[in-house]
């Protein structure tokens, strides 16, 4: 099962006219994506919501299935859009949620449940893809058995068995690929290089402590100032890793922020640490750059006591809310990912994630991404049609970049 889902590329398309969005292209699409939809309306509880843009509006309602009304509905909840923002929206260069985080949302948070439930809707009739609904992802192994999905790998197991977890999960859990010398040699170099970052400088974050400290938690570009981590980074182990997937996965380019380094203290009361379940795709383009692969290496191991991460197992293969789980609204299995001090864990860009708030020790983690090729215009057309073809055949089992953001707490009213 193929990571990269990409299906367009930057520049491809025109500017979104909201006229001819609303009353042609949008009809179009719901109209032949109809089946994508069906089994999942009901759960969603879709509310009236009036689009306003350029001074003009148009209403989406829930009937049998999805009317658009020229103007605005008694009723419906109005969102003002800037002609931008919406083409934003509809071109997957931005969500809901990427509008929240740029402050640009122009409603309240406590709205956003609904622009998300709609947003569902958007996706799977402009992406062909169908809204999850239970059941429709299942895991198997390459015999057709049901996939233990809490299969511990070694770097020694065969690349064919990972490769095959990591399209069916979306996530993979590889022990031992450093040593604890290697790791301990790494937290020595977190120790020695914090006097160098500062609070406020751009290439650090910082947080405020129970005890009202603040504490150093992320080191950007940390390559460039310890050599060990340098040296990881040109590692034969780590360049493996890109192997895995089978879609040419790369490093990034050394004048990106190749490499972090976190410090995942106790205690935090103000700042961004611990960003609650998200994809990494949630503030928008997972149709341009998914699936990039994230990659953990443990400093110094981690547990529910001290931190560790969580995956939604198959998340990447299904169209759900790119942020935020609520109660219900899937039922794909939620894995604990505990490490040793060299493990590594690796995960798609859109599969959903979380990173537990440490209760007993602070936790020690390097993360650098694995980036997919650029992709040419035809390429992308290629994928896109070979994507709903697969679709057309099996649309309620097919599949479906890293920002940092705090995530509003919403809830399903």
Same mark, same amino acid.
């Given at each position: 099962?193929?990571? %990269?889902? &990409? ?23 719901? !109209? ?18 009036? $689009? ?12 049998? /299935?999805?009317?658009? *009304? ?20 509809? @071109? ?22 609904? $622009? ?19 059941? #429709? ?10 996939? /233990?999905?809490? *299969? +511990? ?5 065969? $690349? ?38 500062? /609070? ?28 060990? +981590? ?14 895995? @997937? ?23 009361? !103000?700042?961004? @640490? %611990? ?9 928008? *383009? ?16 981690? /547990? ?29 299995? !939620? ?19 979380? #990173? ?24 992308? #057309?290629? #994928? ?8 057309? &055949?099996?649309?309620? +089992? ?10 509003? &707490?919403?809830?399903?009213?």
């Amino acid at each position: 099962m193929p990571i %990269d889902v &990409r299906t367009r590329v930057d520049g491809d398309a025109a500017p979104t006219d909201p006229s001819w969005f609303f009353e042609a292209g949008l009809p179009a699409a719901l !109209e032949c994506t109809r089946q994508l939809r069906a089994r999942s309306l009901g759960r969603l509880r879709l509310k009236p919501l009036a $689009l306003c843009c350029g001074g003009l509006a148009w209403t989406l309602e829930q009937e049998n /299935d999805v009317r658009i *009304r020229a103007g605005v509905s008694p009723g419906a909840l109005r969102w003002e859009l800037d002609p931008d923002a919406l083409d934003a929206l509809v @071109s997957d260069q931005t969500t809901p949620i990427g509008l929240y985080a740029s402050g640009a949302l122009g409603l309240a948070t406590s709205e956003l449940p609904s $622009l998300l439930d709609w947003w569902l809707v958007l996706r799977s009739a402009l992406d062909k893809q169908p809204i999850y609904t239970p059941g #429709a992802v299942t895991f198997v192994d390459r015999d057709g058995k049901p996939l /233990d999905l809490h *299969r +511990t790998f070694l770097p020694s197991d065969d $690349l064919t068995e990972m490769r095959h977890f990591l399209g069916e999960a979306g996530f993979l859990h590889i022990a031992g690929l450093f040593t604890a010398d290697e790791m301990a040699q790494i937290s020595v170099e977190m120790d020695r290089n914090q006097p160098s970052y500062s /609070d406020g400088d751009k290439q650090s974050w910082c947080v405020t402590t129970a005890d009202r400290q603040r504490r150093l938690v992320r080191m950007q570009h940390f390559d460039t100032r310890s050599p060990p +981590t340098a040296a990881l980074l040109a590692d034969e182990r780590l360049a493996w890793l890109a192997t895995l @997937s089978g879609d040419g996965h790369q490093q990034a380019a050394e004048s990106n922020n190749r490499i972090e380094a976190l410090i995942k203290p106790l205690g935090v009361v !103000e700042g961004i @640490s %611990d960003v609650p379940w998200h994809k990494d795709c949630s503030l928008g *383009r997972c149709s341009y750059e998914c699936s990039s692969l994230t990659v953990g290496i443990s400093v110094t191991g981690a /547990d529910q006591a001290s931190g560790q991460l969580r995956v939604v197992a198959g998340s990447h293969r299904a169209l759900l809310w790119p942020a935020r789980l609520v109660p219900g609204h899937h039922d794909l299995p !939620e894995i604990d990912l505990p490490t040793d001090a060299g493990d590594i864990t690796l995960h798609a860009s859109c599969t959903l994630h979380m #990173a537990e708030p440490p209760l007993e020790r602070e936790r020690r983690v390097l993360y650098t991404s694995l980036r997919l090729p650029d992709r040419a215009p035809e390429a992308a #057309a290629a #994928a896109r049609n070979r994507l709903r073809a697969v679709r057309e &055949r099996a649309p309620l +089992t097919v599949s479906q970049p890293p920002s940092r953001v705090t995530l509003p &707490r919403i809830r399903r009213a």
